[in-house]
């Protein structure tokens, strides 16, 4: 059994490359914490340390950032991310009950993953698609004028590309 750091190392080294291809580490902190995370899917205790190291930063200051903006997450995310639009136009035309027809399928709440990684789901304020209201987010596609009849269509076939690959 390894460790974190020693199970990924490969994703460290291509983190490393990474930093090392910048042509300055002083104000490029969110830049590399977009790249660690698009990289380990998450920004584990692990990763912020290893960073804060490489580019002369506190480790504070990137936990401070991390914590900050909620585009990080320090937790694992499932391979697909399903974001339903919760703005006043999706709201009003159902948005709640698209989530919760997700959470009920997936048997998970709003901000949550499932335990197998494959579905992480979120609730966000608005994602400014209010002419396809309400809206779903897999993975950056848009799902418009989405209803909870088509919650497990869309669950499907997120399940059909995964068994595909």
Do not use: W
């Not at 190291?53 to 995310?77: C, D, L, M, N, W």
């Not at 159902?94 to 027809?101: F, N, P, Q, R």
């Not at 400014?128 to 848009?142: E, I, Q, R, T, W």
Request: aromatic letters at 10%.
């Amino acid at each position: 059994m390894c460790d974190f750091v020693s199970c990924n190392k490969q994703l460290f080294d291509e983190l490393d490359t990474f930093i090392s291809s910048l042509p300055t580490k002083k104000g490029s902190l969110i830049q590399v914490l977009h790249h660690a995370q698009g990289l380990f899917g998450y920004l584990p205790k692990e990763v912020q340390l290893h960073i804060s190291k490489q580019i002369g930063v506190p480790a504070s200051k990137v936990y401070g950032v991390v914590s900050f903006y909620s585009y990080f997450t320090t937790e694992p995310r499932g391979k697909y991310k399903i974001s339903v639009c919760l703005g006043t136009v999706c709201f009003v035309k159902g948005s709640d009950k698209v989530l919760a027809e997700f959470e009920n399928q997936l048997g998970i709440k709003s901000g949550e993953t499932t335990k197998d990684l494959m579905f992480s789901l979120e609730g966000l304020r608005c994602v400014g698609a209010c002419g396809l209201a309400p809206v779903v987010v897999v993975n950056g596609k848009v799902y418009g004028h989405a209803r909870p009849e088509q919650v497990a269509e869309i669950l499907d076939y997120c399940n059909q590309v995964e068994s595909s690959c």
